[in-house]
């Protein structure tokens, strides 16, 4: 069982992350490579860290995530509390592997050859660029002559199994990195507790290696695409180079999603926004359609300029904080609630002894329904039947198609509904 801390992970120039971004847009890996800035986590980034983490303990002492709650994990640039959430994540993960494991084990009396956090490069490939990633859990089953690759997402941002170019990537690697076993076929899952889908959580795609083989072929061709894009960079004006090599569509955790001027033209284009001469924004003369079938298809573009907006204000920000005046915006410090320092805990309480230290110290606080139904098991969960709920959240617009939640009344209907 292979591992490595999955914080410290260094990603190749032609990263399996960023294969759907470098497919669609081949200028990504060069506007990248020379607008390189300091990498900075991002909360999310962060959380899904602590996810991968946890359930590295989970496989190394065969606990379960919820047993790690109230502690922290570390990363590059943040500490993240464990919280319910976190382990409930992290739980589904671990427990599909542990069931594939253990249902192969049921059938033939034998172990899986199984690789977590394993690296997957693809330097046999000879492409243009080094290139790679690394396999959340690799499992081979010899008897089935199959090779899974188990992706843990963390994200709420719904991810397709079906032609994951991402996922390929590390099935081809996963193939690379295992060389001389027997394998037909390779399985590449998703595993997104937080993201409902119409497929549920945990979904998965099959395919023979004769087929990933033939892909393999593309990919390739892919990357000599991109390598002929940054080649292009320093000899091609760059109005011109951007309109040849810059495709928007895969732009999400792009480092350049906040400077790409292809990404900004769209996103403008997108909201019918105009400049005049003076480089004032006008709204288009178009007419509105302010029909179902117009909502739509502004709902379906709207993540796209809402992504645009943020990324291009975590670029300012990133600007200003590397010393760029940007005329009339300013720094500011954030304005937080003051905490104890960590180690300063006995000395308040024994501070506060003098007095009456109730009146200081919070009550032990009472832990989660899920965490007590679990301390009390199956033969006595029954104590606290009905002492909890799940408040009502208001509601959510998504697509019907990538939800498996029961659809609602309105709220007109339900309110007629009630009168």
Same mark, same amino acid.
């Given at each position: 069982?292979?591992?490595?801390?999955?914080?410290?992970?260094?990603?190749?120039?032609?990263?399996?992350?960023?294969?759907?971004?470098?497919?669609?847009?081949?200028?990504?890996?060069?506007?990248?490579?020379?607008?390189?800035?300091?990498?900075?986590?991002?909360?999310?980034?962060?959380?899904?860290?602590?996810?991968?983490?946890?359930?590295?303990?989970?496989?190394?002492?065969?606990?379960?995530?919820?047993?790690?709650?109230?502690?922290?994990? #570390?990363?590059?640039?943040?500490?993240?509390?464990?919280?319910?959430?976190?382990?409930?994540?992290?739980?589904?993960?671990?427990?599909?592997?542990?069931?594939?494991?253990?249902?192969?084990?049921?059938?033939?009396?034998?172990?899986?050859?199984?690789?977590?956090?394993?690296?997957?490069?693809?330097?046999?490939?000879?492409?243009?660029?080094?290139?790679?990633?690394?396999?959340?859990?690799?499992?081979?089953?010899?008897?089935?002559?199959?090779?899974?690759?188990?992706?843990?997402?963390?994200?709420?941002?719904?991810?397709?199994?079906?032609?994951?170019?991402?996922?390929?990537?590390?099935?081809?690697?996963?193939?690379?990195?295992?060389?001389?076993?027997?394998?037909?076929?390779?399985?590449?899952?998703?595993?997104?507790?937080?993201?409902?889908?119409?497929?549920?959580?945990?979904?998965? &795609?099959?395919?023979?290696?004769?087929?990933?083989?033939?892909?393999?072929? &593309?990919?390739?061709?892919?990357?000599?695409?991109?390598?002929?894009?940054?080649?292009?960079?320093?000899?091609?004006?760059?109005?011109?180079?951007?309109? #040849?090599?810059?495709?928007?569509?895969?732009?999400?955790?792009?480092?350049?999603?906040?400077?790409?001027?292809?990404?900004?033209?769209?996103?403008?284009?997108?909201?019918?926004?105009?400049?005049?001469?003076?480089?004032?924004?006008?709204?288009?003369?178009?007419?509105?359609?302010?029909?179902?079938?117009?909502?739509?298809?502004?709902?379906?573009?709207?993540?796209?300029?809402?992504?645009?907006?943020?990324?291009?204000?975590?670029?300012?920000?990133?600007?200003?904080?590397?010393?760029?005046?940007?005329?009339?915006?300013?720094?500011?410090?954030?304005?937080?609630?003051?905490?104890?320092?960590?180690?300063?805990?006995?000395?308040?309480?024994?501070?506060?002894?003098?007095?009456?230290?109730?009146?200081?110290?919070?009550?032990?606080?009472? #832990?989660?329904?899920?965490?007590?139904?679990?301390?009390?098991?199956?033969?006595?969960?029954?104590?606290?039947?009905?002492?909890?709920?799940?408040?009502?959240?208001?509601?959510?617009?998504?697509?019907?198609?990538?939800?498996?939640?029961?659809?609602?009344?309105?709220?007109?209907?339900?309110?007629?509904?009630?009168?």
């Amino acid at each position: 069982m292979q591992s490595a801390d999955h914080a410290a992970r260094d990603h190749a120039t032609w990263s399996a992350s960023a294969t759907a971004r470098n497919w669609t847009c081949a200028g990504a890996i060069a506007l990248n490579l020379r607008n390189s800035k300091p990498e900075v986590e991002s909360e999310a980034s962060a959380w899904g860290t602590a996810a991968h983490q946890l359930s590295e303990k989970c496989f190394k002492t065969g606990k379960d995530a919820d047993d790690f709650i109230g502690t922290t994990e #570390k990363t590059k640039q943040r500490k993240i509390a464990v919280d319910e959430e976190v382990a409930e994540t992290t739980q589904v993960y671990v427990n599909y592997v542990r069931a594939r494991i253990q249902t192969y084990v049921d059938e033939f009396g034998e172990q899986p050859i199984v690789h977590h956090e394993q690296a997957l490069p693809l330097d046999r490939l000879k492409g243009p660029f080094d290139a790679g990633g690394t396999g959340d859990t690799v499992i081979y089953f010899p008897r089935w002559k199959l090779l899974e690759v188990v992706d843990l997402k963390g994200g709420r941002g719904l991810v397709e199994a079906a032609d994951n170019k991402q996922l390929r990537t590390y099935g081809l690697g996963a193939l690379l990195a295992n060389r001389g076993l027997d394998v037909e076929n390779v399985k590449t899952t998703i595993v997104q507790p937080r993201a409902p889908h119409k497929d549920g959580k945990i979904r998965s &795609e099959t395919f023979h290696v004769a087929d990933l083989a033939e892909w393999t072929a &593309e990919l390739v061709g892919r990357m000599k695409l991109s390598k002929q894009a940054l080649d292009e960079f320093d000899t091609t004006p760059f109005a011109a180079w951007c309109a #040849k090599w810059l495709t928007p569509g895969n732009c999400k955790f792009c480092p350049q999603e906040g400077a790409c001027p292809a990404l900004k033209q769209k996103a403008l284009d997108a909201a019918h926004v105009w400049f005049d001469d003076l480089d004032r924004p006008q709204i288009s003369n178009s007419p509105s359609f302010d029909t179902p079938e117009g909502l739509a298809a502004d709902l379906d573009m709207l993540d796209m300029i809402s992504d645009w907006i943020n990324a291009r204000r975590a670029y300012a920000h990133q600007q200003a904080e590397a010393g760029v005046a940007i005329p009339n915006y300013v720094l500011v410090p954030k304005e937080k609630r003051e905490v104890w320092l960590d180690d300063a805990e006995e000395k308040v309480k024994q501070a506060c002894a003098l007095l009456s230290v109730d009146k200081y110290l919070n009550p032990a606080k009472l #832990k989660t329904p899920k965490q007590v139904r679990k301390a009390l098991g199956k033969a006595k969960e029954s104590l606290v039947a009905g002492l909890s709920e799940t408040p009502p959240g208001g509601t959510n617009l998504v697509r019907a198609d990538k939800t498996t939640r029961q659809a609602i009344p309105s709220g007109v209907d339900r309110f007629f509904t009630e009168v």
